[in-house]
């Protein structure tokens, strides 16, 4: 298999792209701040947005930086 890493792809009704520092507030907010959301993951529920930067360590520098490995997906 040859790994591409997390690549950016377009259809008329969808964008699939990397993660990026910006997206966090939006995420959280939409999505994550909802506790039954959690319980499909590995990890416990994010009670605010620092939680998911300190706790999970995502959207921290080296979160976003493993997208430099082709053998990322995200």
């Excluded at 890493?5 to 520092?21: D, H, N, S």
């Excluded at 701040?33 to 300190?54: G, L, R």
Aim: net charge negative.
């Amino acid at each position: 298999m040859t790994h591409k890493g997390t690549v950016y792809l377009e259809t008329p009704r969808l964008i699939l792209r990397r993660f990026q520092k910006e997206d966090l507030e939006q995420i959280y907010y939409n999505c994550w701040s909802d506790t039954e959301v959690w319980k499909w993951t590995n990890y416990a529920p994010m009670s605010c947005i620092a939680d998911v930067i300190n706790n999970a360590n995502m959207f921290t520098h080296n979160w976003l930086n493993a997208y430099e490995k082709s053998d990322r997906y995200s």
